[in-house]
């Protein structure tokens, strides 16, 4: 079950969403966007959990379940440390965050699986645009906590619509600000801070989307595509000497990675805005989505994307590109690019330069 809502004996859903249905059809959806009291009740979030010691033939043992109260319904077993956040401080974070930045509302909320997982998301009102294009981007408030001990409460700055597993599985992937509070110590005052640290998104959103313009208006050149991606999927050092069979096959694994990359580049997203072809922005969506959809099996790629080595490359594929082509030309476009051989040399003719081809106006 892709989109993994909880659905609890009763029939209930528990998902709420705002002025648009979801894919999977569940949960309930109304018309206008809601408010943190409408959004617990129709998306059935108004609950707490506590931890319980467990017991083992009547007698205490040294661990404890997480339960919720409503149902006593055992979400998750934790250790004594573990102190839990119940959902009310999440629709908390987010209320306190839309004041600052003024406002937002909630556009979608849910829990997955038996309820272990819960999410809140806001809309906020500013978009982010690609001048001269019909690029928009709407941005959300994203608050994510687990009642299940295997992860902490995460508030994010998101692009993605959350509504089932899938998408909260990619929106907590996106490259961005985010803010983890883990269960143990002194939540409250993680929390504190974790809302403090917020204060100032909105300029941080404005300063994101004047860096995607520049890159707009920047054109990728032979030298600055190879640079780019050297940087960023560099050849070991084995790899270069090529001598044995593994460096041989490791090298080729990274022609074929960079070959990926030039045809999601080529493709721009199969044309979606034909005026960002051949643009550093453009090689910043195909590097983004190689990390997200191509880059190994589905399980690295989820435990990568997460804050993990995936996350940290789409934030330095941006500075990188925005680097690389400080000097690049802004009144042609030069689509086309080419691979290194393994000694580092660019090579004449290579599975790159079968994929893109060279344009210019």
């Not at 959103?205 to 595509?225: H, Y």
């Not at 560099?234 to 030039?262: F, G, N, T």
């Not at 643009?279 to 804050?307: C, P, Q, W």
């Amino acid at each position: 079950m892709a989109h993994n809502i909880w659905i609890d004996g009763k029939g209930k859903e528990h998902a709420a969403f705002a002025r648009e249905a979801a894919w999977h059809k569940l949960g309930t959806v109304v018309p206008n966007l809601m408010t943190a009291a409408e959004t617990a009740e129709l998306a059935g979030l108004d609950w707490d959990v506590e931890k319980r010691q467990l017991q083992w033939n009547g007698n205490a043992v040294d661990a404890y379940g997480v339960f919720r109260m409503s149902d006593d319904q055992m979400l998750g077993v934790v250790t004594d440390f573990y102190k839990p956040i119940q959902n009310a401080e999440g629709f908390k974070n987010i209320d306190i965050l839309i004041e600052a930045i003024g406002g937002a509302h909630y556009t979608a909320a849910g829990a997955l699986g038996k309820g272990e997982v819960v999410w809140m998301l806001a809309e906020i009102p500013y978009e982010i645009k690609i001048r001269g294009t019909e690029d928009v981007s709407k941005n959300y408030l994203l608050c994510m906590t687990r009642h299940d001990g295997k992860g902490s409460m995460i508030v994010k700055l998101v692009s993605t619509r959350v509504v089932c597993q899938n998408t909260l599985q990619i929106a907590l992937g996106e490259a961005g600000t985010f803010f983890r509070v883990g269960h143990f110590g002194n939540v409250d005052k993680k929390l504190a801070d974790a809302r403090d640290a917020w204060a100032g998104m909105l300029g941080q959103l404005k300063s994101l989307e004047e860096k995607l313009n520049i890159l707009a208006q920047r054109k990728v050149t032979k030298e600055t595509f190879v640079a780019v991606l050297d940087q960023l999927f560099p050849p070991s050092e084995a790899e270069k000497e090529a001598v044995s069979a593994a460096a041989k096959a490791a090298a080729s694994r990274r022609e074929d990675k960079l070959a990926q990359i030039a045809g999601l580049f080529k493709s721009n997203d199969n044309s979606a805005f034909p005026q960002e072809s051949g643009s550093a922005y453009n090689l910043l969506n195909a590097i983004t989505e190689y990390v997200d959809h191509f880059s190994g099996n589905d399980l690295s790629r989820a435990k990568s994307a997460m804050f993990g080595a995936g996350n940290d490359l789409k934030e330095q594929a941006l500075e990188v590109i925005l680097e690389a082509t400080a000097k690049a030309p802004t009144n042609s476009r030069l689509t086309y690019a080419t691979t290194l051989s393994a000694d580092g040399a660019s090579t004449g003719s290579s599975i790159l330069d079968d994929v893109v081809s060279s344009t210019v106006n």
